[in-house]
């Protein structure tokens, strides 16, 4: 039962509310003054608390702010008398829900209790929805064991509770913006705002008043004053997608943001402040961009207080088998699918795959997979061609003549110099077994570095 907490000490108007809410269903507690309210409030736990300001010992608005240290939450409707304006505003600063004006006007009590817990609703779908996206960007949701990967779980664990800015670099899908999530949502800043921006995806002017706001009639469209994410960011963390992409311009501008932190908006004249933490990535390789002259070398550096590189998927092919199993989880969570079978060969297909578009890339293979997938099975066939391999130069027949098994020895060489030692590619270009594929190593003796 919705419990509701009375704090008032005029006993006719209290017995009164107290009839009609419990005509209504609620369980009631009455306290006269604010010390009894307190002690009530601790043992009874109340949905709601109406409080009345004028209590006999303490001030109704210490009450209230009492009951707020005990639980931010709380739902605090505040009983005032009708001209008392100056304690109503201070009941709200203090963060009280709603105000009622004595005499109560029932129904208006009615219609202010369905707010409050219509509220209460939302409030515990947000902070659910919060705790949900912290779950989501924990590190145990980055895949990966090999070494490169637990070069970069180091860094953000080292990171997270600083408020230096972090360079992340890594081509597109290797998972940028995950590690930039990681690193927000593990820090003490986490219940602030994580704002992405795409440096790339719109026009300079645009990203300058995105960045900075604008004032009204800083330019023919500005219509009305914006908040730039600078302040919107507050003490959260600003994530600056492609910074590669900005105009010298916005360069200069944005340097000096990161040394003195403070801005003007577009068209403004007053000096705003901003204590966001900048985490940019790119896909770009920023020192040779600064070395071509296209990026500040001073920005650059004020950027890349700590920079975090993430390998290629083809680099880190011992993480995919793991990839997989997780990513498969996660496609089959979303489409309400059962698609969890992976025969070995097709895992081994998928791990020897080119990937140039990374783990994004995986995952959107994967998800056309399970969508494909007649039963609970991933099949080859759902996934993309690999592409033929390509040989580098072509191959040499022997001047002289020569028996055939140097001719085979010579081309199984090559075959595997072009699939860069992977055996499992050479066996199929080959169409030979892995035993046959191994033996034939050993007899020739060949000298060829193996990846597998
Ligand atoms: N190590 C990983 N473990 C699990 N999922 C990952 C990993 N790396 C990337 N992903 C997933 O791959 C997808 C792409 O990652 P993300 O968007 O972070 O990449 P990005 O580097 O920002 O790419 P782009 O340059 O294309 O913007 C996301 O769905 C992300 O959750
Ligand atoms: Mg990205």
């Known amino acids: 039962m919705t419990r509701v907490l009375v704090i008032e000490d005029d006993s006719l108007v209290s017995r009164t509310i107290s009839t009609h809410l419990k005509k209504k269903g609620f369980e009631l507690k009455l306290a006269e003054t604010g010390v009894e309210g307190l002690k009530l409030y601790a043992e009874f736990q109340p949905d709601l608390t109406l409080l009345d300001v004028k209590l006999p010992d303490i001030n109704g608005l210490e009450v209230l702010r009492q009951i707020k240290q005990t639980r931010k ?6 009983m005032t008398a009708f001209d008392d304006m100056k304690t109503t505003v201070e009941a709200i600063k203090a963060g009280a829900f709603e105000y009622l004006v004595k005499p ?40 990966g064991r090999s070494p490169q990967m637990r070069e970069v779980f180091k860094m953000i664990g080292s990171v997270a509770n600083t408020r230096t800015n972090v360079l992340i670099q890594g081509e597109s899908g290797t998972g940028k913006e995950l590690v930039a999530k990681a690193i927000h949502y593990n820090s003490p800043f986490r219940d602030e705002p994580f704002i992405v921006i795409n440096c790339s995806a719109i026009s300079d002017t645009l990203l300058e008043s995105e960045l900075f706001g604008h004032v009204k009639g800083a330019f023919t469209d500005a219509v009305s004053e914006t908040r730039g994410k600078f302040e919107i960011a507050g003490k959260g963390t600003l994530f600056l997608d492609e910074i590669g992409d900005i105009s010298p311009n916005l360069q200069s501008k944005l340097l000096r943001v990161i040394e003195t932190r403070d801005f003007m908006k577009v068209g403004g004249e007053k000096i705003l402040k901003t204590e966001a933490r900048i985490i940019a990535a790119t896909n770009q390789n920023l020192k040779e961009l600064v070395s071509q002259g296209k990026f500040r070398e001073d920005l650059y550096y004020r950027l890349r207080v700590v920079e975090i590189n993430l390998p290629p998927l083809r680099d880190r092919r011992e993480d995919i088998p793991e990839l997989v199993a997780y990513l498969l989880e996660k496609i089959n969570r979303e489409l309400k699918k059962n698609v969890r079978k992976v025969p070995h060969e097709v895992m081994e297909y998928l791990v020897n795959l080119p990937w140039k578009g990374n783990v994004r890339e995986l995952e959107n293979a994967l998800t056309r997979a399970v969508i494909l997938a007649k039963g609970d099975v991933i099949l080859k066939e759902h996934l993309p061609f690999e592409p033929a391999v390509q040989a580098q130069d072509r191959f040499q027949m022997p001047r002289e003549l020569v028996p055939m098994w140097e001719i085979e020895k010579r081309y199984i060489k090559y075959v595997l110099e072009a699939t860069r030692g992977s055996k499992t590619r050479a066996c199929q270009i080959l169409e030979i077994s892995r035993p046959t594929l191994d033996k034939k190593i050993k007899d020739y003796d060949l000298k060829v570095e193996t990846s597998e």
């Open 104 to 143: 109560l006007d029932y129904l208006e009590l009615d219609l202010t209790i369905d707010k409050a817990f219509q509220l209460k609703a939302l409030e515990e779908k947000v902070s659910y929805l919060i705790e949900e996206k912290q779950r989501e960007y924990q590190i145990d949701n980055i895949i």
């Open 73 to 78: 939450s709380a739902a605090v409707v505040v």
